[in-house]
């Protein structure tokens, strides 16, 4: 069984950045795959970034390319999400998943894919 637990979510103006951090309970075949993803009120839970854990490859959504860095501290057993260039339209509550997977199969961002969830950390980015 996997747990996983955020943290780092806040307020922060548009503009500014924020880390967010994923803490693992235990890495194996179950965290292969782990990404992050947001769900804003009213809306669907939306997948941002993804890693395979096993060599760090890296994909994203279009969304946050180019401002989202996923990346991973595997003696830590930590998730991290670096989020620059934050606008209002990435406010939403964001949480951190883990999967098994192979190498082939790391590129998917859609949330019934994913087995272990975290409770979330909220992020508040104002005009």
């Known amino acids: 069984q996997v747990q996983l637990v955020e943290s780092g979510g806040g307020s922060v103006q548009a503009g500014g950045s924020l880390r967010l951090s994923c803490t693992a309970s235990g890495y194996g075949y179950s965290t292969n795959c782990m990404a992050w993803f947001r769900q804003a009120p009213g809306k669907e839970r939306e997948g941002v970034a993804a890693?395979?854990?096993?060599?760090?490859?890296?994909y994203y959504a279009d969304s946050v390319k180019g401002r989202f860095t996923i990346s991973q501290d595997n003696a830590n057993n930590t998730l991290y999400l670096q989020m620059n260039g934050l606008t209002p339209e990435d406010t939403a509550m964001y949480y951190c998943a883990a999967r098994g997977c192979w190498k082939n199969d790391y590129r998917r961002l859609t949330s019934g894919q994913y087995t272990y969830w975290g409770q979330g950390t909220q992020v508040t980015v104002s005009s």
């Open positions: 890693i395979y854990t096993v060599h760090g490859f890296t």
